[in-house]
Every structure is written in C-alpha cells, then in structure tokens.
C-alpha cells in the first residue's frame, strides 16, 4: 500500500462551464489535477472527495416538477461530476503514460436521524423560491440574503457505507473519487436503508473517511492559501502551523465561522485527534505537495 492522501475539491471549483465563473474555475481544476499528478508521482495513493452545491442547486432549478428526492439529486451530482473529474484525470495519465486509473464509487453515507441537525435545518439547497413555491411547498424554508430558499438538515456522517469498497480500489492503485456532496445520506430502520433529505459537510466526511482508511495525510483545498486570523483586517495574520489548542482558542473567539472556515478546521482537527501521524493541511489547490513539505499552506499538529 501506497501513503493514503484524502483530497478534498470545494464543489466552487467544478462550476458549469457556462456559468459567469468557468475560466476561474477551469483554472482551478488544472491545479487540482496538476494536485493529483504531483502526488502520485510522489508515491502517494489519492482518494478524491468533492462539494456539489452549485450543481445540486443548478440540477433543481431545473426540476420544477420536484419530481426527485434530496438525496436522488446527490446522487446524480455524485455521478456527474465523478464522470467529469475521471475524464480529465485519464487523460492526464494516459499522456504520462501513468499505470492508476479512475474509479468512481456513488457514496452513501449513514447518519442518526436523531441528529440535533434535523431539529433545526439551516442548510440553503436549491433556487431562490418564488412566492408560490413559498406557499405550497411543504419544506423547511428560510430567508438567506438574496431571498427565500429551502432549508435541510446538516448532520454529522456516522459511517461510510462503502468504505471497504474504497480501500480494495486504493489497494489496486486506483484513484479513486468518492464522497461528492459529502455523500448521498441514509438512515438505517432495522434491516434497510433510506435516503433523507440532508447535505453532509463534504469536508467532515472527508475526515471521516481519512479515518476509516487510516489515511496518511487530509489535504482540503481552498480558496485562501494558509489559515488566516483577524481575516479582512489590518491585523490578518497567516499561520504556517496551528496547534489543536490553537485551533479550539481561534474556535471559541468566533475567527472560524461555521459557514466557511469553521467545518475545514474541525474537520482536520477531528483527524489529527483521531490519529496524530496523520498530516492535516489546508492549501490552495496547486500548493497540495509544498503543503506536505511545509512550504505553503496551514498545518494542523496536536502539540
């Protein structure tokens, strides 16, 4: 076996081609995948994870029969971007004349239905909602900035169910995708599954995921390039290595925020605590390897 590396893609980065953001996005990915290629060829083994939001909202808006379920449009998401992440990725390695290939695993992801996240679902999925839709549309709505849009739950992954799956295509030196949208959520009744209506935290399954596979390194790749505190101000500074007490001072002071910061640094801390040998990096994409070497990026270390 190959070191484990679990990389994580911000779903920001795999816009719609035609959308207004695709040349920064295009940009983006080549970084991702230059990522991929500089591990592997550093002797690592990649397991890719994914966001989907803007696609899951895009798909949507398009569904104005709501004829599919929450976790059906994950599902697809999972499928679509899959398919165009392995494309790229093959090609790369066929001009490298590389032995991995891509494999792609559709990810369900079991979660407590007890999770206090259904108590209150604050998670905005989907379109603007027109008054009429406000109306008739039997969802937990809220009001966001731009105007109303359903909520979902946001719940903690328990366990991956195809996690066994995962570590005999790594064992095969595949690299494998899996994960997209923080996977498609399931509760368990007795002896069967059912998909729920909830968006897991791409990045908290990441972790867990890099703790399954007792992976050796959990890279999330952003759009900042190290951790930042005082952020916006005079007074930003940028952090090469944090520890976990650090970590959970900067936590309690309010400089993560739970809509943008706040879940990447728990989840490298989830995985340093979980096995401390394990490197926990935060980077731009394209900074994925200098990361490794301490040479760019943020550090997450127990001391």
Not at 28 to 38: E, F, N, P, R, W
Not at 61 to 80: K, N, P, R, Y
Not at 112 to 138: C, E, H, N, W, Y
């Amino acid at each position: 076996m190959p070191k484990v590396a679990v990389y994580a893609i911000g779903g920001n980065a795999l816009q719609n081609p035609s959308s207004a953001n695709s040349t920064d996005s295009a940009e983006v990915l080549a970084k991702v995948m230059s990522d991929v290629i500089d591990l592997l060829e550093s002797g690592w083994g990649v397991i890719l994870t994914h966001g989907n939001g803007p696609q899951v909202g895009h798909l949507m808006q398009l569904d104005g029969e709501l004829s599919h379920t929450m976790d059906e449009w994950v599902s697809a998401t999972q499928g679509m971007i899959g398919h165009s992440l392995a494309l790229h990725l093959d090609s790369i390695l066929l001009k490298r004349r590389r032995p991995e290939r891509t494999a792609c695993i559709i990810t369900r992801v079991e979660v407590d239905p007890r999770d206090q996240g259904f108590t209150l679902p604050t998670k905005p999925v989907g379109p603007i909602l027109s008054d009429k839709m406000v109306m008739t549309a039997d969802w937990d709505i809220a009001e966001t900035v731009n105007g109303p849009r359903r909520v979902v739950a946001s719940p903690m992954p328990m366990s991956v169910l195809d996690i066994e799956v995962i570590r005999k295509l790594v064992e095969l030196r595949a690299v494998v995708i899996c994960g997209g949208g923080g996977g498609i959520p399931v509760i368990r009744n007795s002896d069967y599954y059912t998909g729920i209506p909830a968006v897991i935290d791409k990045d908290r399954l990441s972790a867990l995921i890099a703790i399954k596979m007792n992976a050796d390194a959990l890279i999330i790749s952003t759009s900042v390039d190290s951790v930042k505190t005082k952020f916006g101000t005079e007074q930003e500074i940028s952090h090469r290595e944090l520890t976990l007490d650090e970590c959970e001072k900067f936590m309690a002071d309010g400089e993560f925020p739970s809509g943008s910061m706040g879940p990447k640094i728990g989840s490298l801390m989830e995985a340093t605590l979980h096995n401390p040998s394990l490197t926990a990096i935060l980077c731009q994409p394209g900074d994925a390897l200098k990361a490794l070497r301490a040479e760019a990026g943020t550090k997450i270390v127990v001391k």
